[in-house]
């Protein structure tokens, strides 16, 4: 079935910078763009990052443009999200999810999440 | 930006009885809306796509309605198993964007 499963979140100050990764299984990863979305603690859902399928196109919500960068590797079937200048308000656990066929359908399957923590 | 209302914030409800979540968008999205479940320590899983297409395996007490900016999410004859937050999501225009959530908690 189809899996998706995050990792890297971690601790980190403020203004630092962090990887996380999205490793993909039981689909054709390179046929899909992919998103990222977070939740920080005890909120909703914010939409972050899409990428197309073949890594061409990339789209960011405001609050991260300019410091977050989407990136894909088809070959390792792993999507990424290189967060740089790292605030405080960043702070959220951090979820990739595929959609069900093209970039404006809804998401399914979502990962597990991975928490990261933006403190000094 | 596309913002999404839901009402209410947090609904108490014993089981068996019927839950009515609302979304109202603030420009007309068709019928790009979503829902999603969301129970404690875990991540979002789909129940309806396109405002009322129930999603593959999803129980038949979840239904949808709705287009334009107005949508509403049932769920009839509620269980213990439904307590969760509730999320709507547009995937008409960028950014995309979801819904505060609803809490739904069982007496």
């Known amino acids: 079935q189809e899996e998706l499963v995050e990792s890297g979140g971690g601790v980190v100050q403020p203004g630092r910078s962090l990887r996380l990764s999205c490793a993909a299984s039981?689909?054709?990863?390179?046929?899909?763009?992919m998103h990222w979305v977070r939740q920080g603690p005890g909120k909703g859902l914010e939409w972050v990052a899409l990428i197309s399928y073949d890594g061409s196109n990339k789209y960011y919500s405001d609050s991260v443009k300019g410091r977050f960068t989407i990136s894909r590797d088809n070959s390792k079937n792993t999507l990424y999200l290189q967060m740089n200048s790292l605030r405080a308000e960043d702070t959220a656990v951090y979820y990739c999810?595929?959609?069900?066929?093209?970039?404006?359908?809804?998401?399914?399957?979502w990962g597990q999440g991975t928490l990261v923590t933006v403190s000094s | 930006e596309i913002v999404l209302t839901q009402s209410p914030d947090f609904q108490s409800v014993t089981p068996k009885e019927k839950v009515t979540i609302t979304c109202r968008a603030s420009?007309?999205?068709?019928?790009?809306l979503h829902w999603y479940q969301q129970k404690p320590g875990q991540s979002p899983s789909l129940l309806i796509k396109y405002a009322s297409q129930p999603f593959s395996g999803v129980p038949s007490r979840f239904s949808g309605s709705g287009s334009g900016t107005d949508f509403t999410l049932t769920i009839n004859s509620l269980e213990v198993e439904d307590g969760a937050t509730y999320y709507c999501?547009?995937?008409?225009?960028?950014?995309?964007?979801f819904g505060q959530g609803t809490k739904v908690e069982i007496k």
């Open positions: 999810a595929k959609p069900l066929s093209d970039g404006r359908s809804p998401f399914d399957p």
């Open positions: 420009q007309s999205i068709g019928s790009s």
């Open positions: 999501h547009q995937s008409s225009s960028f950014p995309w964007t």
């Open positions: 039981g689909f054709t990863f390179n046929d899909y763009g």
